[in-house]
Structure formats: structure tokens, C-alpha cells
């Protein structure tokens, strides 16, 4: 990473560079020197970065982004996203037989290469999902995709399509999914 991306990253996440500093020190294990860690500790335990001088799932987030080196191509997943996508889905299975919530590493793999092919944010990401569960919950979640489906499915011709862009770009241009669909009852 860049030290401009790196700056632009630890203002964007609201944190000053001694911030940074005193959370790396931390999960480092070293001392740190030249600037006081009282204040700065004050502040990372007040933002959930740290708990009992040591980081937290938040914090080891942050530090896990920024410690790996940017390559074309490599999608960072945040823990804390995934499991927030994850709490949408019910639990248990679908009435397919299939579980609605699918193991956290496939889901972590599958928005890897759902960011790579499209360009939504997470707060997209949550807000489609939402919309595209709660249409399926008043028919009681038949014919609804599992967790890891919703964001990418292979095609018999080895293409991949995602629901959740499709969902994704219905949130961005304020449209709203059909409920009504053969809704009439035939007497």
C-alpha cells in the first residue's frame, strides 16, 4: 500500500496515524515509542478497536487490510461485513433441503470475486439483500437462493451470474421487486 492510500485509509477509518501506530504496536507485541499511549489507547477502546489492551476482531480488521499488500486483482472481505450478510439469512433450511446460511469461508470467497466483477458498496450490499430476503419471506422463503448462491451461481455453461448485482442495481435506481405476482385468487 501506498503511503497516500495508507494516510487516506487511516483518515477514511477516523483514526490519526498515532492511532494506527499504538493498534499496530500493540498486535506486534513492541513498546511504543514517541508519542503517549494513554490518550491514543483512550480512543481505540472507546471505538472498539482494542479491549482490555488487546485488539479486537474490529481491530485486527483494520490491520489486516492495511498490512496486506495491494495487488491488482485482491479483494479484502471484512469479518465483521460478512457475518452482517450471513445475520440476514434465516437460520436453518430453505425449503429446498438447501441451508439458507452457508459456511463463512465460501461466503468470504464468493464476495471476493463479487467485488472483483462489480462495483457496489457494502451498505448496497446489505440493503439488496435485505430487500431480496423480505420478497422472499412472505411466500416462506420457497424458491429463495441460499447465502452463497444469492451472490454468485455457476451456469451449466460455466458463466456466472449474480442475483445480488441484479438486486444491488434495483437499490441504486429505486425500483422495487413485483409482490403482487399471481397474487389473485381464482374462485
Not at 479491549?51 to 483494520?62: A, C, R
Not at 430487500?131 to 416462506?140: A, C, F, L, T, W
Amino acid at each position: 500500500m501506498e503511503m497516500l492510500e495508507l494516510f487516506q485509509y487511516i483518515e477514511d477509518n477516523k483514526l490519526s496515524p498515532n492511532q494506527y501506530y499504538l493498534l499496530w504496536s500493540i498486535h506486534m507485541k513492541r513498546v511504543p515509542k514517541y508519542i503517549k499511549g494513554d490518550t491514543e489507547l483512550r480512543f481505540l477502546v472507546a471505538e472498539g478497536y482494542v479491549e482490555d489492551k488487546k485488539i479486537t476482531q474490529k481491530g485486527l480488521d483494520l490491520l489486516s487490510i492495511i498490512n496486506q499488500e495491494v495487488k491488482p486483482g485482491i479483494v479484502v472481505v471484512k469479518t465483521f461485513d460478512v457475518d452482517t450478510y450471513l445475520s440476514l439469512f434465516p437460520k436453518g433450511k430453505l425449503p429446498s433441503g438447501k441451508p439458507a446460511r452457508v459456511n463463512k469461508r465460501n461466503i468470504e470467497e464468493s464476495f471476493k470475486w463479487f467485488f472483483k466483477s462489480y462495483d457496489f458498496d457494502w451498505e448496497t450490499v446489505i440493503k439488496a439483500t435485505g430487500m431480496y430476503i423480505d420478497e422472499y419471506e412472505v411466500k416462506n422463503y420457497l424458491y429463495m437462493r441460499n447465502s452463497q448462491y444469492f451472490i454468485r451461481k455457476q451456469n451449466s455453461d460455466k458463466t456466472w451470474e449474480s442475483e445480488l448485482a441484479n438486486y444491488c442495481d434495483m437499490v441504486l435506481s429505486g425500483d422495487q421487486p413485483d409482490t403482487n405476482h399471481f397474487s389473485e385468487n381464482v374462485v
